[in-house]
C-alpha cells in the first residue's frame, strides 16, 4: 500500500534527522533548539491540530461531493488561525514581551508550529481522499528537504534558530508541490458555516485539550531540567526523547491512518457493532507492531548507541531512552488502538481526563523526591504516559460489545519473549556495526516465525489464500 511508504521513510529520516541535528550542535546548543522545538509541537496541537482532527472524522470522498461546507469551512478556519497567528507573533516581538528565550528563536518555533499544524491538515486531507501518492510526496519531499535544510543550518551555523527555520522551509515547499492536487475548489468565505465549525470544535475540544497536555509534558520537563542541571544535560534528555517520541509518534499517525479509515468505512456501510468488531482485531494489529519495536530498540541501544550516537551524548542517550520507552510504547497504543473507540462515537471526553491524570502524575514525580537527579524527568515523563494509557484503555474496553481474541494477544506475547531470549545474549560481544545487524536480523526473523507459525491473526492462513489465488490468476504455460 503507497500509504505504508511514507512512514518506512519517516521513521528513519526521522532518526538520522535528530542524531545529524545533535551531533552538529552539540548538548548544550541542542538543549535549547529542543525547547524550540517542543512550543512547535505546543503551537501545532493547541492551535491547529482539531482541523486535522475534524478533517479526519468529518471529510470523505462522499463529504466532498455532497457537503462542500465542510471544506470550505476547514480551508477558512485554517487560514484564519494563520493569519492571526502570525499577527500575535509580531505585535509580540513589537511590544518587547520577555519570553526568557530568544527573539528570533521563539519567533522560528511559533511559526514553525504554524506550519506543521498545516502539514499535518492537509496530510488528513490527501489520506481522507484516499490520495495515497500524493500523501506520499508530501511526506517525502518535507523530510528530505528537512534534512537538507535542517542539518546543513546546524552544520554551518551551529544556531537553533535557523535549524527552526529550515524545518519550516521544507514545510513550505511540500506544501506548494500539491496544493493543485488536494484542492477541492478556490477559498470561499460564502461557502463556510459557522454552525459547521461550531460542530468541528465540540468534537475535536477534548482531544485538543488532550493532545495539547502531551505536549507540555515534554516542554516542561526540559525547561525544568535545564533550569536545575544546564542546558547540555536537558540536551541529553532531548535527543532521546525527541527521537522517541518522532519514531514512535510517526508510527501512532501511520497506524492510525491505515486502521481508522477502514473502520469508518464499515461504520458508514455495514453500521457500528461491525465498526466495533474491526477495532477490537485492529488492538492486536497495533500491539503485534508497537510491541517488537519497543522491545527490540530497547535490547539493540547498546550496538545503536555505540554505532550512531554522537559521541558527546553516549551513556545519556541510552540511560534515558531506556526509561523512556515504555511510555512511547503506551502512547502508541492509546492513539492507535483504543481512541479509535472514542472518535467513532464522537465521545472524546475521556481524552482529557486521561492526559490530565498523566499529567498530574508528571508533576508529583518532577516535584517529588521519589527519583533524584536528572532521571527523575524521564521518568516522569514515561510515568505519565503509562498513566494515560491505562485510563484511556480500561474505558475503551468497557465500551466495547467484543475484546480482543486472547489467543493472539498470548502468541504476540510468546513471540516477543522469544525474541528477547534470541536477540539478548548477542548484547556486547561482538563490533557494534556486527551486532547491531545480527539483533535486528535475527529477532526479525524469530518474531516473524513465530507469529506466522502459530498462525497469529489467521495471518498465515490469509497468506496461503494470497498466495493461491495469486497462482491462480497467472496464465498457464502451453506445454512444449
Known amino acids: 500500500m503507497t500509504v505504508l511508504l511514507p512512514f518506512v521513510i519517516n521513521a528513519g529520516l526521522n532518526f538520522v534527522l535528530g542524531l545529524l541535528i545533535a551531533y552538529c550542535l552539540g548538548p548544550a546548543a541542542f538543549g535549547l533548539y529542543a525547547i524550540g522545538a517542543a512550543i512547535v509541537v505546543l503551537v501545532n496541537t493547541a492551535l491547529l491540530d482539531w482541523l486535522r482532527l475534524s478533517a479526519i472524522r468529518f471529510y470523505s470522498l462522499t463529504a466532498r461531493e455532497k457537503q462542500p461546507e465542510i471544506?470550505?469551512?476547514?480551508?477558512?478556519?485554517?487560514?484564519?488561525i494563520s493569519i492571526a497567528l502570525s499577527g500575535l507573533l509580531v505585535a509580540a516581538i513589537v511590544a518587547g514581551i520577555d519570553f526568557r528565550l530568544p527573539a528570533m528563536l521563539l519567533a522560528a518555533a511559533v511559526l514553525g508550529g504554524m506550519g506543521a499544524g498545516l502539514f499535518d491538515y492537509h496530510g488528513a486531507i490527501?489520506?481522507?481522499?484516499?490520495?495515497?501518492?500524493a500523501y506520499a510526496k508530501l511526506i517525502i519531499v518535507k523530510n528530505l528537504l528537512a534534512l537538507i535544510l535542517m542539518v546543513g543550518g546546524a552544520w554551518i551555523t551551529r544556531d537553533p534558530t535557523t535549524v527552526l527555520l529550515g524545518g519550516l522551509l521544507s514545510?513550505?515547499?511540500?506544501?506548494?508541490?500539491?496544493?493543485?492536487?488536494?484542492?477541492d475548489a478556490p477559498l470561499s468565505v460564502s461557502a463556510a458555516r459557522k454552525d459547521v465549525a461550531w460542530t468541528f470544535l465540540l468534537y475535536s475540544l477534548p482531544l485538543i485539550g488532550s493532545n495539547a497536555i502531551y505536549s507540555l509534558i515534554p516542554l516542561i520537563n526540559r525547561s525544568l531540567l535545564a533550569?536545575?542541571?544546564g542546558f547540555a544535560e536537558a540536551g541529553y534528555f532531548s535527543l532521546a526523547s525527541d527521537m522517541g517520541l518522532k519514531l514512535f509518534g510517526t508510527l501512532a499517525s501511520t497506524l492510525e491512518i491505515v486502521l481508522l479509515r477502514e473502520v469508518i468505512r464499515l461504520d458508514e456501510h455495514r453500521g457500528r457493532p461491525a465498526a466495533l468488531r474491526r477495532i477490537a482485531e485492529n488492538i492486536v494489529v497495533v500491539l503485534m507492531v508497537t510491541l517488537p519495536i519497543a522491545v527490540g530498540l530497547w535490547l539493540v541501544l547498546p550496538a545503536f548507541e555505540?554505532?550512531?550516537?554522537?559521541?558527546?551524548?553516549?551513556?545519556?542517550?541510552?540511560?534515558?531512552?531506556?526509561i523512556l520507552l515504555p511510555g512511547f510504547a503506551a502512547l502508541t497504543i492509546s492513539q492507535a488502538a483504543f481512541i479509535p473507540v472514542f472518535l467513532l462515537g464522537k465521545r472524546t471526553g475521556?481524552?482529557?481526563l486521561a492526559t490530565g491524570l498523566g499529567f498530574a502524575c508528571n508533576l508529583l514525580i518532577a516535584f517529588g523526591g521519589l527519583v533524584s537527579g536528572p532521571p527523575r524527568y524521564a521518568y516522569a515523563q514515561a510515568s505519565a504516559f503509562v498513566v494515560a494509557f491505562v485510563v484511556t484503555a480500561a474505558a475503551a474496553l468497557r465500551a466495547m460489545p467484543v475484546w480482543p481474541s486472547l489467543r493472539d494477544l498470548l502468541c504476540v506475547l510468546f513471540a516477543l519473549l522469544l525474541m528477547a531470549l534470541v536477540v539478548w545474549p548477542l548484547s556486547g560481544r561482538f563490533t557494534a556495526p556486527v551486532e547491531l545487524v545480527l539483533q535486528v536480523a535475527l529477532g526479525s526473523a524469530v518474531y516473524a516465525g513465530v507469529v506466522l507459525g502459530l498462525n497469529t491473526m489467521r495471518l498465515r492462513s490469509k497468506l496461503m489464500l494470497w498466495r493461491a489465488m495469486r497462482g491462480k490468476g497467472r496464465?498457464?504455460?502451453p506445454s512444449s
Open 126 to 133: 490527501a489520506r481522507a481522499r484516499f490520495l495515497d501518492a
Open 71 to 80: 471544506r470550505a469551512t476547514l480551508d477558512l478556519l485554517a487560514a484564519g
Open 227 to 229: 533550569g536545575a542541571h
Open 350 to 352: 475521556i481524552a482529557p
Open 171 to 183: 514545510v513550505a515547499v511540500a506544501l506548494l508541490l500539491v496544493r493543485r492536487a488536494l484542492a
Open 475 to 477: 496464465p498457464s504455460q
Open 306 to 322: 555505540r554505532l550512531l550516537v554522537p559521541e558527546s551524548f553516549r551513556g545519556h542517550f541510552a540511560s534515558y531512552m531506556a
